[in-house]
C-alpha cells in the first residue's frame, strides 16, 4: 500500500494516526471494518447490538459457524477477528444500540464515520449528530442486489435528511424494502463497502 503513490509513507502514517468508527456490525459494517483494519487506521471502534445468527454467515463475512453457535454479540466477535488480522490497529467493539441518549458518548472524539447501520431511523440519529458537530460520514445502504452510497460533508455537501426529502420521504417512515423481505446478494454488500471504504481512506489522506 505504501507502494501506491497517492498514499507513500506520509499518507500511511496519517491512516495510522486516524480513527474511524462504524456503526453496525452486518454486512457493510463487518466488511468496511475489514478494509480499515488492513488498511491500517490507527483506531477503529465497531458500535452493534446484535447476536451472530448462521443467516448472518452468507454476507457477514467477519463470522464464522463456530461464532454463531456461540451467539457473540457481533461487536465482540469483530473485535476479536480484527484484532487478530491487525493487532497493530487498536479496534473497539461496543455492545449498544445507538440513541438520541448515548449517540454523543459513542461518537465523540471520531473524525470520520461510517454507516453500517439497516435502517434509516438510526442513519438520521447518526444524520443529525454528524451535521451537528461538523463531522463528516459516509452513508451505505444494500439490499437485494442493489447498493447505494454518499459521502456526507457537513456545509459542503447535502445531508441524508435533504435526500430523504419530498418523494423518498416514506422510506425513512418504515417503507423500504430491507433484507429480512427480498434478501441480499454478499457480493453487493462488498462492493458497497469498498466503495464507502475508499472514499473513507480519501478523506482521511
Known amino acids: 500500500q505504501i507502494l501506491?503513490?497517492?498514499?507513500?509513507?506520509?499518507?500511511?502514517?496519517?491512516?495510522?494516526?486516524?480513527?474511524?468508527?462504524?456503526?453496525?456490525?452486518?454486512?457493510?459494517?463487518?466488511?468496511?471494518?475489514?478494509?480499515?483494519?488492513?488498511?491500517?487506521?490507527?483506531?477503529?471502534?465497531?458500535?452493534?447490538?446484535?447476536?451472530?445468527?448462521?443467516?448472518?454467515l452468507q454476507r457477514q463475512t467477519l463470522f464464522e459457524e463456530s461464532v454463531a453457535q456461540e451467539a457473540l454479540p457481533k461487536a465482540v466477535a469483530a473485535e476479536r477477528r480484527l484484532r487478530s488480522i491487525n493487532s497493530d490497529v487498536r479496534v473497539e467493539g461496543v455492545v449498544a444500540d445507538l440513541t438520541p441518549g448515548n449517540v454523543a458518548s459513542l461518537l465523540e472524539g471520531f473524525p470520520l464515520l461510517l454507516d453500517g447501520t439497516d435502517n434509516f431511523e438510526t442513519r438520521l440519529l447518526l444524520n443529525d449528530y454528524a451535521v451537528a458537530r461538523n463531522v463528516p460520514w459516509i452513508y451505505a445502504a444494500v439490499v437485494a442486489g442493489y447498493g447505494v452510497t454518499m459521502t456526507i460533508r457537513?456545509?459542503?455537501?447535502?445531508?441524508?435528511?435533504?435526500?430523504?426529502?419530498?418523494?423518498?420521504?416514506?422510506?425513512?417512515?418504515?417503507t423500504e424494502l430491507t433484507c429480512d423481505t427480498v434478501g441480499v446478494l454478499g457480493a453487493a454488500a462488498g462492493v458497497i463497502a469498498s466503495l464507502e471504504v475508499a472514499a473513507a481512506i480519501k478523506l482521511l489522506l
Not at 463487518?30 to 452493534?48: E, F, M, P, S
Open 154 to 174: 457537513p456545509g459542503q455537501t447535502a445531508c441524508l435528511a435533504c435526500l430523504l426529502e419530498g418523494g423518498a420521504a416514506g422510506a425513512a417512515a418504515g
Open 4 to 56: 501506491f503513490a497517492e498514499i507513500g509513507e506520509e499518507g500511511q502514517e496519517r491512516l495510522r494516526a486516524s480513527s474511524v468508527a462504524v456503526v453496525g456490525c452486518g454486512a457493510l459494517g463487518t466488511a468496511a471494518a475489514n478494509l480499515l483494519v488492513r488498511a491500517g487506521v490507527g483506531q477503529v471502534r465497531i458500535v452493534d447490538r446484535d447476536f451472530v445468527e448462521d443467516s448472518n
